[in-house]
């Protein structure tokens, strides 16, 4: 990871100091690392005596909502079951951080316009690439780190009131951090560098339960998950230029009465396959399909989610969106729009 510069690490110090109302949010469905990031965050800066709160596009997924447990219910204000609160919430905000998100572009409708508009201090933490520059008064931005939890972690402890000791930072922070790392590195599998198992082993070291954290992670699914794993993976299609996919429609996922973030890890399963180097999982959502890409090395998802889905995100995981009517007229043209963009992508 590049390193964090003095000069930036006593101007962020200095901006929570003068602030008194400070929000952070994330980027749209978030997932484990933007709860991680967040919930880590507000509790540092509510440790500093700060009124800190969390607000969302949307609510957190329930898999993964208890990495933000150690924040009051009170302070994570998701944007689509409470416009108004969040709204409101901005409006008094005089620093606001971005996370896990490369800006306020991937905040959603409501939310975007408010934040860009709202006259307060504002920096960005993030691991992604294209950080909008523009819109931060400060900003953390590196794609070499495993995640924004991370990033977020190499930077807390740069602050001199943690003072790189790890035992400084809130037990909330710690295990959130964790969580968020855990979750982004699909547990230590994708985007890992010495700093991330440096940071783990002093997360450890500082009374971070990780055993607790896998438990809930990965030993806590319902029976209807891993039932609907098995329909997903028997109608999973694999071609012949090593590109898999998997079209969930809603009808299903009613069938087996899932909720957001059951289907979560669901793109990773077909890279197991050794003549797999992409996979790409598609999720019916209102009007659109949610669209999830993962690749081996060698294959560019980003690429693929640009180029199709009006999407982006991480070389080896992105993400996006497929219309319809839009790209296509109706949900059921998914699959020929699929093999169209594998023809194109090649072998
Ligand atoms: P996921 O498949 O887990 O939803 O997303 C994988 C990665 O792609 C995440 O790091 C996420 O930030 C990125 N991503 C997902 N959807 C989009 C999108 O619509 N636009 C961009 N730029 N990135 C996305
Ligand atoms: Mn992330």
Redesign the pocket.
């Known amino acids: 990871m590049k390193e964090l510069t003095p000069g930036d690490i006593s101007k962020l110090d200095r901006m929570i100091e003068q602030a008194v109302t400070v929000t952070v949010t994330a980027?749209i469905?978030p997932?484990g690392d933007a709860a991680g990031s967040t919930a880590a965050l507000v509790a540092y800066l509510a440790a500093r005596g700060k009124d800190a709160a969390i607000v969302l596009p949307d609510a957190f997924p329930d898999n993964i909502s208890f990495a933000a447990e150690g924040i009051a219910p009170a302070k994570i204000l998701p944007a689509d079951t409470d416009a108004k609160a969040a709204k409101e919430r901005i409006t008094k905000s005089d620093l606001i951080f971005c996370v896990d998100?490369?800006g306020f572009s991937?905040t959603g409708d409501i939310l975007e316009p408010a934040l860009k508009a709202q006259k307060a201090r504002k920096i960005l933490i993030d691991h992604?690439i294209g950080p909008e520059q523009e819109d931060f008064d400060l900003v953390f931005s590196t794609p070499e780190v495993s995640s924004a939890s991370e990033l977020l972690y190499h930077i807390l402890m740069s602050l001199p009131d943690i003072g790189h000791d790890a035992q400084r930072l809130p037990s909330i922070s710690r295990d959130a951090i964790m969580t968020g790392m855990t979750t982004d590195t699909n547990n230590f599998a994708n985007s890992v560098f010495p700093t991330t198992f440096e940071m783990a082993s002093r997360l450890i070291a500082a009374g971070v339960d990780r055993d607790a954290i896998i438990s809930r992670l990965y030993q806590s699914a319902g029976e209807n998950r891993l039932r609907l794993m098995g329909s997903v993976l028997r109608c999973m299609k694999v071609t012949p230029e090593g590109i898999a996919y998997i079209i969930l429609r809603r009808a299903t996922m009613k069938r087996y009465g899932i909720h957001e973030g059951d289907t979560e890890g669901f793109?990773n399963m077909p890279l197991s396959i050794k003549n797999v180097r992409m996979s790409i999982f598609l999720k019916e959502d209102k009007g659109h399909f949610r669209v999830?890409?993962r690749s081996k090395k060698g294959t560019s998802a980003r690429l693929t989610?640009s180029t199709w889905f009006?999407?982006?995100?991480?070389e080896q995981?992105?993400?996006?969106?497929l219309f319809f009517p839009g790209d296509i007229s109706t949900p059921s043209d998914a699959e020929s729009y699929i093999l169209k963009v594998i023809a194109h992508t090649g072998k």
Do not use: F, I, Y
């Open positions: 980027h469905h997932d998100c490369n991937r992604h793109v999830s890409l989610a009006h999407g982006g995100g991480h995981a992105s993400g996006g969106r």
